[in-house]
């Protein structure tokens, strides 16, 4: 049996350990690369001499040799690229609107030198092994070079996972060539070949008459089931990434970050107003210009936000569906870490689902490993005007957080609500969190000065509970209707202390109970999503209809809904929210799939899908 188990836990660690190590070096100063690759290139020198020294040798220990001098081989490939010494002789993104067969051709031209250095060396790796006994290492080489093309073209078609987070900055280029999908039509034959490749190995090992050729089978059948995941990982949503976290850590943030988090209910209106904040950074002069990074998770397992992002002048992150606080704790922590290795920002936007758990995704930020480089951190919370009065009645103990954690409170839509009402809300908040700084808007818009920090009270202490200040801040500020606003500044630690309102949780304490947990994000029990895909073209007024309906609660309390479609030669975007129904056009990227999302509580899933399958348009043929 060890003849089997060794080899195979010996192949899957020495293939876990050395792609960490490529990834570790490659998160290096750039001043390193000549090093590292002076090191790869001695130790493909030395490996190709042992593939040639071992060809003729056909026991256990040639057989280790063979495997080991075969992958490290391929190992010079992989960096010699990476740190872009060999790729190819283009170096910029893909023009807008290229697509076919020039982008295609784009796309061989960013790796041409890299193809054809791997042609090169497997030719040398198959002459210096040609006619011996020993071809485990020459196989090995093949095997990794299948999984590269095929990993390769897979992205190119367009996968799930792009995997971005491994992708240094010096090609951070090569994102315009890769392609956000579900899946691709080659993905299932390369999961069939590999699979079946797989098999003939392990085949093959099982029924070896001797231990070097089990031990060699069982080196290759293990490669190819490692392809077999490998290509898993780019549709399935397995945390690849946790898998060299470690080798992750060499890309440390060169320079301290602002973060902003962008909290709401649902519907309050945080997609629009991160857009005009995008704007706004956006205007800023060339040389005082920020470098920005926009994390964006959806409860919904299909994410519509991150699409209305994007072109807006700063990378676009997706988490995966669900709840910041509960299941994505982790994984908030994971990206955000690699997200300020990989972009070095300036500033990190966060715009966490509607029923988050504000003072958990603070506690993420306040990690050790994050909160070093945290030089400012803001809470800005969204109020939709119109659903206050219900969403507070309903949802008493989540807005309160969110609002005693905020920097700033947007009272959003207040065009849709009478100045009574205006005033009530205010009146709340104002109650709520008398030293949180209130505005009013319409459609997200805020007066520049509103998100410009400003220094906390003197009384003010890191440790200080917000309602013990002495010294208030009270500015006049026309935008909001000439009401009070009171701005400290809140510091990471200030903004975190709001422990009481959140059921006293230890913060700091990153692992407590989940059922605890669960008792106080309330705001998410209940709700439920739907997702549905529409046609590839539709009706602009029947997909009114169906929205103002759903808004009038036709299909049940719909508390969120959203989407995007293909409607003449355009696109839109449409929204409930609030029981309010709006459409508005959409620069569609290429790639970009029509889609809705519903969130709400008994929503009736079978009615939604009908409406929506309603508005296709059918062309005659």
Not at 139 to 156: E, G, P, R, Y
Not at 305 to 327: H, K, M, T
Not at 329 to 342: G, K, N, P, S
Request: hydrophobic content about 45%.
């Amino acid at each position: 049996m060890h003849q089997y188990v060794i080899p195979a836990a010996f192949a899957l660690f020495v293939w876990w350990f050395s792609t960490g190590a490529i990834i570790y070096l490659d998160g290096l100063p750039r001043r390193t690369f000549k090093w590292s690759m002076l090191g790869a290139s001695a130790v493909l020198l030395a490996c190709l001499w042992g593939l040639h020294d071992t060809a003729g040798r056909t026991t256990v220990g040639a057989a280790y040799l063979a495997f080991f001098y075969g992958l490290f081989a391929w190992g010079w490939q992989e960096i010699s690229f990476y740190m872009g010494y060999v790729t190819g002789p283009r170096r910029a993104p893909c023009p807008e609107n290229c697509a076919g067969w020039r982008h295609f051709g784009h796309a061989v031209q960013t790796s041409l030198w890299h193809e054809l250095a791997i042609i090169a060396t497997a030719g040398l790796v198959v002459a210096l092994t040609w006619g011996q006994p020993n071809q485990i290492g020459t196989w090995t080489f093949m095997v990794l070079w299948w999984m590269h093309q095929s990993a390769k073209l897979n992205v190119f078609l367009g996968v799930r996972n792009l995997n971005e987070e491994f992708l240094p900055e010096h090609l951070t280029f090569l994102k315009s060539f890769l392609r956000k999908r579900p899946m691709n039509l080659l993905f299932p034959f390369s999961i069939t070949i590999s699979t079946v490749i797989a098999v003939l190995m392990f085949q093959r090992a099982t029924a070896a008459p001797t231990a070097f050729a089990r031990v060699g089978g069982m080196f290759l059948g293990t490669m190819m089931s490692l392809a077999i995941l490998e290509h898993w990982f780019l549709v399935l949503p397995l945390p690849a990434a946790r898998l060299w976290k470690w080798s992750l850590r060499s890309r440390a943030p060169a320079r301290p970050f602002a973060v902003e988090i962008v909290a709401g209910f649902l519907g309050a209106g945080k997609t629009t107003f991160m857009r005009r904040r995008l704007a706004m950074l956006a205007e800023q002069p060339a040389a005082t210009r920020e470098k920005t990074v926009v994390l964006v998770n959806d409860f919904a397992t299909v994410g519509i936000d991150g699409s209305l992002l994007r072109g807006q002048g700063a990378d676009v992150v997706e988490l995966p569906n669900g709840c910041i606080c509960c299941s994505l704790r982790d994984d908030l922590a994971t990206q955000l870490e690699e997200v300020v290795a990989r972009f070095a920002p300036d500033r990190v936007l966060i715009e966490p689902s509607g029923v988050a758990d504000l003072a958990s995704l603070i506690g993420v930020i306040q990690r050790p490993t994050i909160a070093g480089f945290v030089r400012d951190l803001r809470v800005i919370t969204l109020i939709d005007a119109g659903a206050f009065l219900a969403d507070f009645a309903e949802m008493q103990a989540h807005l309160t957080v969110q609002a005693r954690l905020a920097s700033l409170v947007v009272i959003n839509k207040t065009d849709l609500v009478s100045p009574t009402e205006r005033l009530l809300v205010e009146a709340t908040l104002h109650r709520l969190s008398p030293e949180t700084r209130l505005v009013t808007a319409c459609y997200g818009a805020v007066p520049p000065d509103a998100l410009t920090p400003r220094p906390a009270p003197q009384a003010a202490t890191p440790h200080a509970h917000p309602h013990e200040h002495d010294h208030h801040d009270h500015d006049h500020d026309h935008h909001a209707h000439d009401h009070h606003d009171h701005a400290p500044d809140h510091a990471p630690d200030h903004a975190h202390h709001h422990d009481a309102a959140h059921g006293n949780h230890d913060h700091d304490d990153h692992d407590h109970d989940h059922e605890h947990h669960e008792h106080d994000h309330g705001a998410a029990a209940g709700f439920v999503s739907w997702h549905g895909t529409l046609g590839p073209l539709c009706d602009a007024e029947a997909i009114g209809r169906v929205i103002e309906a759903a808004a009038r609660g036709t299909f049940g309390p719909v508390a969120r809904l959203k989407g995007l479609a293909r409607v003449g030669r355009g696109w839109i975007q449409f929204d409930v929210a609030g029981h309010h129904a709006s459409m508005a056009a959409f620069a569609a990227a290429e790639g970009e799939a029509p889609r809705v999302v519903a969130i709400g509580r008994d929503l009736d899933e079978p009615g939604l899908a009908a409406a929506f399958a309603g508005c296709e348009l059918h062309l005659a043929t």
